[in-house]
T-cell receptor, first 113, second 118 residues
Framework: DTEVTQTPKHLVMGMTNKKSLKCEQH?????MYWYKQKAKKPPELMFV???????INESVPSRFSPECPNSSLLNLHLHALQPEDSALYLC????????????FGSGTRLTVV | AQKITQTQPGMFVQEKEAVTLDCTYD???????LFWYKQPSSGEMIFLIY??????QNATEGRYSLNFQKARKSANLVISASQLGDSAMYFC???????????????FGKGTTLSVSS
């Protein structure tokens, strides 16, 4: 299995809702990443998990809460989002000692109404 | 300061022509990796080609080649014989350090939109 699977592919949520994005990989990668991407802009790094520990939080608002329950799974819990949080959320994983080993999921398109 | 600079917001090319997408980078780490990704409107990030800072030869992958000029800190992507399906956003990205170790994130440039016409 050489994929990163993200669910759901599309999500529409109200500003008072609580929802979660899920990212799963079974490649044995020990680092996982969340990126946020607005239309026609580059991906912006949000969080990095390394060996299931949060290693980087790029000053992301607390309404985004990451979780890494195990080495294969990464969640992004969403609460009280704003319309400007509407974006494509990309998950990626990478392997230590692998020069090129970044694998991206196909993303979740989030719309906050 | 930007670490990855892509100065061409949009490029237009006809089918079967070659096109060069520019990328310059800035790092003080002697060991780094440079990546090019293609992102169609569907959103998936498709890996195209990789160049390591110590690689002796320029990388090639099918119709894609990377013109790596280390002293100039540039890593331009060359697409030969463009196809309609090449129309997409292209991102140059960098990893600082020799490996994707302990969660070394990729840093992306702003991207170039390539439009291929018949």
């Amino acid at each position: 299995d050489t994929e990163v699977t993200q669910t759901p592919k599309h999500l529409v949520m109200g500003m008072t809702n609580k929802k979660s994005l899920k990212c799963e990989q079974h490649m044995g990668h020990r680092a996982m990443y969340w990126y946020k991407q607005k239309a026609k802009k580059p991906p912006e790094l949000m969080f990095v998990y390394s060996y299931e520990k949060l290693s980087i939080n790029e000053s992301v608002p607390s309404r985004f809460s990451p979780e890494c329950p195990n080495s294969s799974l990464l969640n992004l819990h969403l609460h009280a989002l704003q319309p400007e949080d509407s974006a494509l959320y990309l998950c990626a994983s990478s392997q230590d000692r692998d020069r090129t080993g970044y694998t991206f999921g196909s993303g979740t398109r989030l719309t906050v109404v | 300061a930007q670490k990855i600079t892509q100065t061409q917001p949009g490029m237009f090319v006809q089918e079967k022509e070659a096109v060069t997408l520019d990328c310059t980078y800035d790092t003080s780490d002697p060991s780094y990796g440079l990546f090019w990704y293609k992102q169609p409107s569907s959103g998936e990030m498709i890996f195209l080609i990789y160049q390591g800072s110590y690689d002796q030869q320029n990388a090639t992958e099918g119709r894609y080649s990377l013109n790596f000029q280390k002293a100039r800190k540039s890593a331009n992507l060359v697409i030969s014989a463009s196809q309609l399906g090449d129309s997409a956003m292209y991102f140059c990205a960098m990893r600082e350090g020799p490996f994707a170790q302990a969660g070394t994130a990729l840093i992306f440039g702003k991207g170039t939109t390539l439009s291929v016409s018949s």
